[in-house]
Each structure stands twice: as structure tokens, then as C-alpha cells.
């Protein structure tokens, strides 16, 4: 079936020649004349791309666009404006807005800029994933994510033990309960744990439980995490930092579907789903023996890698402006965006500790700003990156060349004669640099000031 796009200009004859040239590309087109129009054509029929001018009756191309990401927020728009309109196609694109056109345009660009459109849409729901739901707070409309998802969705449907790899801050922990939400399980906890963040001695307490008595300090029976997670999902986040120890505790739990408390002599069974997560190499780890190769294949059933911040640059405006929106009512600040070059600073970040450290800057410019447009000063201050202004090579030569001119003129009070002397110049062409900075000697020479 052909791809549909969804096409919004109230200038008939542009609508109607748009509409042919997408038509012969071999599109499915759909042409409306409003916002409203537009509106009324996505609940009935869902697009891949949208393609509107800015300039519309009632609602303008903005406006639609917040509609759009509010109702379907991976649906990417295309944006045809106007020189007068830049600016506002400019701010646009910065909130998300796929890319935009300036008329007239290019017929060639146009289908180019369709197609890259088309590469990141996802594809009209079908009647098994309709409801977005599942994915609540995972935010994006980048092509590597949208394949992720899909993976995603259909592991849901199973039972199989799934390992997610990713850098720290990516987000695993979110993409498991997404998995979870999308699975038969649902209805059932998702139970977490950090295996590195709770001590070596504790963890199999907390992992497997404890009988009344089984250890100093067990004054009561303990059920564990495991037990907990009957029914549901026990996710297990950095697998790699688990001792060996408990690692060969683990993969029987997996293979007997049981589990056996410290101190208990019967084991108790239960009925859950076990994902992973890992920023480590566990490749490496195995080679250095400090990972068991029969459990890593035991968790490693299907494996989702999550890509880093820096490798899904485009959803940084949709990343960042959904923080914002969210802090700025958790805070009661009327804030409405980010400046233009404050959101290319964001874009062009390296961005080590990805999607986390993103909602960390975001947060503190939020609280910081006095301004509805977040500047780039506050930005490049969460960045922890100096503020140093980028000069021309021309510009930064006339302002060395001023800088010497009033160094000189200080050093010898003012008189031309001298200043021109120790700079090796004519006085005459020492005076037409004076004219061309807006210089005069008597600026410098001493004496009491002028009222």
C-alpha cells in the first residue's frame, strides 16, 4: 500500500500542483485547505508525513503542528513558509517540527525531504498496538528508536528472557517497563533491582528472601524480590556488576523456576519473566571469567541494544522540550521553549551521560530561567561549557587593531607624534586609523574631564 501524506495549503493551485507531483512519486495524497481540515482527516485516517504551509485561515502551521505532536508525537511535519516567516519555521524546527521548506521550492527537495521524512515515520497503528500506552515516557520519533520499539513490541508478546544493553542514562529501565506494560503480564508488578547498588551480602537476601533465624539480625520471615515479582516481570539492572556467587543461584531460579530463601530447606515456586539491563561488555566479561556463559545465555534469549543521546541527535528537541513542559508545571514556571541557538547548544552537546544528564540540564535551566525563551548562557551553564563568543577572522582582527590603537594612545597620554612613532606608522595614516575606530587623542590625554 502506497505511503499516505497528508497535504495543508490554502492556496488551491499550490495544493493542487503539490498534490500531483507527490501523486507521480507515488504517494497517497490527501489534500486539505485548513487546520481544521487537517485535524478532521487524522482522526479518520492516520498520514506518515505531514506536509502544511505555515501561513493557514484560523489555526496556522504552528498551531497544527502542537495538535499534531500532542495527538501523535512521532508523526513528523514538513513545514512550507515564506521568507517573512522564517524565523517562526526556524523556532519551529527547533520544537520538533521535521524540517521546512521556503517557497518556492524545489520540486526535487521537496521529495528528497518527503523521503527522509518517510524513513523516520512510523507506520499507521494496527489493531494490535494501537493504544501508545505501552510506551508512556518514552519519547521520540527517530528511526533507530522506532525500530527499537517495534522489536520491542513484538518480544512483549512472549515470555522470553530479554537483555538490554545501552550506555548509562540511555533509559533500559524504561524500555523493560514499556515491555512490560505490553505484555500478558501487565496486570502483574514489575519489581527492579540495582544489582549493583545493594551490597554483596544483602543482595541474595533480597533477591531470594530469608527465613526467620537463617542469619544475625533475620528476626522475620522475608519473602525476596523474586517472590514479590510472582506473576510479573523481575528486572534486573546491571547484571554484569551481580557476584559469581549469586550468579549460579540466578540460573538455577531460571531452570527450575523456583526459588530457595537463605536458611529454608524446601524451595518456594514462581511463575516470572526476567529481563536484564547492563551498560558492561559481557563478551569481555565472560573472557575474564567474571560472567557465567550458561547464564548469559539463559538471560540473553533476545538481546535490544538502546543507541546513546549522540546516536538519536534528532530526538533531542522533542527530549527537551518534553522535559521542559513537564518541569515547568511541576514548578509553576511559565516557560514556553528554548532560544534558537540555546536548542542548537543542546543538539551539538556530547552528551556523555545521555537521556539522563539531558533531563538534568533541563531541570536547571527550568529552574533558573526568569525568561519564557530559555537563553543560551543558562544552557552553556548546565553544559558546564564556557561562554566564549566566536569571531570572525576579520572581526577579530578589527577589534586587536582597536584594542592596540587606545593601548597606545593610554601609554603616551594622547600624543599622536609618540603612539605613531612606536607603532612604526606615519601620522597621517595613524590619524585614519583613529577616524576609522572612532577614535580622537584627546580621549586619552590627561587633564580634568570634560563636564
Known amino acids: 500500500m502506497a505511503a499516505r501524506v497528508l497535504l495543508v495549503d490554502d492556496d488551491p493551485d499550490l495544493l493542487k500542483l503539490l498534490s500531483m507531483r507527490l501523486t507521480a512519486a507515488g504517494y497517497q495524497v490527501t489534500a486539505v485547505e485548513s487546520a481544521e481540515a487537517a485535524l478532521t482527516q487524522l482522526a479518520l485516517a492516520r498520514p506518515q508525513v505531514v506536509v502544511s504551509d505555515v501561513q493557514l485561515p484560523g489555526r496556522d502551521g504552528l498551531q497544527l503542528f ?13 513545514l512550507l513558509t515564506a521568507h517573512g516567516t522564517i524565523p517562526d519555521a526556524v523556532e519551529a524546527t527547533a520544537r520538533g517540527v521535521f524540517g521546512y521548506l521556503t517557497k518556492p521550492y524545489d520540486g526535487k527537495v521537496l521529495l528528497d525531504k518527503v523521503a527522509q521524512a518517510m524513513a523516520v515515520a512510523p507506520e499507521a497503528p494496527s489493531s494490535e498496538d494501537g493504544d501508545p500506552s505501552w510506551r508512556a515516557g518514552i519519547v521520540s520519533g527517530s528511526s533507530r528508536m522506532a525500530e527499537l520499539l517495534a522489536e520491542a513490541h513484538l518480544v512483549a508478546r512472549s515470555d522470553a528472557s530479554v537483555l538490554i544493553a545501552g550506555e548509562s542514562g540511555t533509559g533500559k529501565e524504561l524500555l523493560a517497563q514499556a515491555i512490560h ?72 531460579v531460571l531452570q527450575e523456576r523456583s526459588v530457595r530463601p537463605v536458611g529454608a530447606t524446601q524451595p518456594v515456586p514462581v511463575d516470572l519473566r526476567v529481563m536484564s539491563a547492563t551498560h558492561r561488555d559481557l563478551d ?66 556530547a552528551w556523555p551521560g545521555n537521556v539522563r544528564q539531558l533531563h538534568n540540564v533541563v531541570e536547571q535551566v527550568c529552574a533558573l530561567t526568569t525568561t519564557p525563551l530559555i537563553p543560551l548562557a543558562l544552557v552553556q551553564r548546565a553544559l558546564r561549557v564556557p561562554g566564549v563568543e566566536v569571531l570572525s577572522l576579520a572581526q577579530a582582527r578589527e577589534r586587536f587593531e582597536r584594542d592596540y590603537l587606545v593601548g597606545l594612545l593610554k601609554l603616551t597620554d594622547g600624543n599622536v607624534a609618540d603612539a605613531a612613532r612606536l607603532a612604526d606608522r606615519n601620522r597621517t595614516e595613524f590619524y585614519r586609523l583613529l577616524q576609522k575606530h572612532g577614535l580622537t587623542a584627546g580621549q586619552f590625554r590627561a587633564g580634568p574631564v570634560a563636564p
Not at 502542537?66 to 514538513?78: C, G, K, T, V
Not at 551480602?201 to 533475620?218: D, I, N, P, R, Y
Not at 535490544?304 to 514556571?333: C, M, N, V, W
Open 181 to 252: 506494560r505490553a505484555s500478558r503480564r501487565a496486570a502483574r508488578p514489575f519489581v527492579a533491582v540495582n544489582c549493583g547498588a545493594i551490597p554483596e551480602a544483602l543482595l541474595e537476601s533480597e533477591l531470594f528472601g530469608h527465613v526467620k533465624g537463617a542469619f544475625t539480625g533475620a528476626i522475620a520471615h522475608h519473602d525476596g524480590l523474586c517472590v514479590a515479582a510472582h506473576g510479573g516481570t523481575l528486572f534486573l539492572d546491571e547484571i554484569g556488576d551481580m557476584p559469581p556467587a549469586l550468579q549460579v543461584k540466578l540460573l538455577r
Open 284 to 349: 569481555a566479561a565472560m573472557a575474564q571469567g567474571q560472567f557465567r556463559e550458561d547464564l548469559y545465555y539463559r538471560l540473553n534469549v533476545v538481546s535490544l541494544r538502546l543507541p546513546s543521546l549522540a546516536e538519536r541527535r534528532e530526538d533531542i528537541p522533542l527530549l527537551a522540550k518534553h522535559f521542559l513542559d513537564r518541569l515547568a508545571a511541576k514548578h509553576g514556571k511559565r516557560v514556553s521553549g528554548f532560544a534558537p541557538d540555546a536548542m542548537k547548544a543542546l543538539a551539538t552537546a
Open 66 to 78: 502542537d495538535e499534531i505532536r500532542a495527538r501523535h508525537p512521532a508523526l513528523p511535519l514538513i
